[in-house]
């Protein structure tokens, strides 16, 4: 988990007082992630790490060994179909139907978000593993996790996944100069005297100078990924420019124990379709 490993790294050069991992260990060659999208910390990675080493993307849990990455050069992970796992793919739109559809491997397409369905050697039966994925490859049949089937934003008809918004931080902080810790976004709902948006509440390791220049960065980054999120965003009809909030560093950390949820493989959600965690979060006080 990138964002556990961040807090190991942090206190590993507090102790040793070393500015970089490598001064630490000469070796490291090899980070292997999984759990989050590793793109809003790879800056932040090389940084503190120091010297250039192989990033891996592993994708496993506690219900089977679903693929990894074969090579740090090429994007999407090598499905793994030979491991005790019978996989079938739903299309993101027949989510929560009576009877949903699903397709095999013979069927897919690149490009398009799926929820996978798995049955398994330990005793599983068309378990729905709650991820979405895409194939980035048919021949081998490559995968990268696309968000998780609950946590996305569609208030408006914006139909933003967390690879959107995760995309979209690395953008702006390219842009800015800034360095974030973690986030989570929910919907502002439309009201008598403004129409919609989407509010953030961000940690940053590093604030940008300007936070509404970062909000400006973010909402265009998301333009240029999400066309039906450019499309509510056109002169504001449906979403105005998003609300920033820089929280102060460890909120996060206290909401997950307040939930019993501290370290391990539990994480901040990243996108939620109401207020319940934003406003949650927000109350957090250290």
Known sequence: ????????????????????LKEVWPSLE??????????PYREQFKKLIGGGINYLDMYNASEGFFAAQDSPDEDGMLLFTQHGIFYEFMPVDEYGKPSPKTVGLKEVVTGKNYAP????????????????????????????VTGRLKYYMNAFGEEVIVENTDKAI???????????????????YFSDNSNGAHEWL??????????????????????????????????????RLPIIHSLKKG??????????????QHKVPRLSNDRKYLEEIMNITL
């Open 1 to 20: 988990m990138p964002t556990w490993t961040l807090v190991l790294i942090k206190r590993i050069l507090e102790i040793t007082g070393k500015q970089t």
């Open 30 to 39: 090899l980070y292997i992630h999984g759990g989050v999208s590793f793109t």
């Open 117 to 144: 369905v798995i049955s398994t050697t330990g005793g599983l039966w068309r378990y729905l593993i709650g991820d979405t994925i895409q194939f980035t490859s048919l021949n081998p049949y490559k995968i990268k």
């Open 170 to 188: 690395a953008a702006a902080c390219e842009k800015t100069g800034a360095v974030v810790n973690d986030y989570t976004a929910a919907p502002v």
């Open 202 to 239: 961000i940690e940053f390791e590093k604030e940008p100078a300007n936070l509404q220049q970062f909000a400006y960065e973010l909402d265009c980054a998301l333009k240029s990924i999400n066309s039906d999120y450019e499309a509510k965003r056109h002169k504001d009809i449906a979403l």
């Open 251 to 264: 909120i996060f950390c206290a909401w997950l124990k307040s939930k019993g949820k501290l370290g391990g």
